[in-house]
């Protein structure tokens, strides 16, 4: 299985996504880090990404690759992360075949109802429970 990590800015959600599904399964998946931006492609591979790549076109043409994409609600809008996701980024994440597990942090003016609001780390655990789901575990 392949779970493409998006993020961008810092890269710290990125970073803790990437540490958490890390310690959940191991070497059982491949991880692949797409920042918007060398530091946050940096941060995911320091925190344990198989191999990342920077960039729009490097997120355009990757997303068509996996199997799951993880991120913040964000990299479906174009021009959210003060810019740094391009429109083509968010169509091309949109419009990929994989399917997306969002989180839902409220820094792109994005609110979703039915939500409970909770910390970074639990909305993390319940992504992991969703690829253990679909995974069989």
């Known amino acids: 299985m392949r779970i493409a990590v998006i ?4 890269g710290g959600i990125g970073k803790a996504v990437v540490e958490k599904f890390r310690k959940a399964f191991n070497n059982k998946i491949e991880i692949i880090a797409l920042g918007t931006n060398s530091l ?11 191999e990342g790549a920077t960039g729009e076109n490097a997120i355009s ?6 199997d ?4 913040p609600i964000g990299i479906i809008c174009a021009n959210s992360f003060l810019g740094e996701l391009t429109p083509q980024m968010a169509n091309a994440i949109a419009d990929s ?4 597990i969002l989180i839902p942090l409220n820094r792109c003016n994005i609110l979703v109802t ?3 609001k909770k910390p970074l780390p639990h909305y993390i655990d319940d992504a992991i429970e969703i690829v253990k789901a679909q995974r069989g575990d």
């Open 97 to 100: 075949p994989a399917q997306k």
């Open 114 to 116: 039915a939500v409970e």
């Open 61 to 66: 043409y990757n997303v068509k690759k996996v």
């Open 7 to 10: 993020d961008g800015q810092g």
């Open 68 to 71: 799951i994409i993880v991120g």
């Open 40 to 50: 946050a492609t940096s941060l995911m591979l320091k925190a344990g990404a198989n």
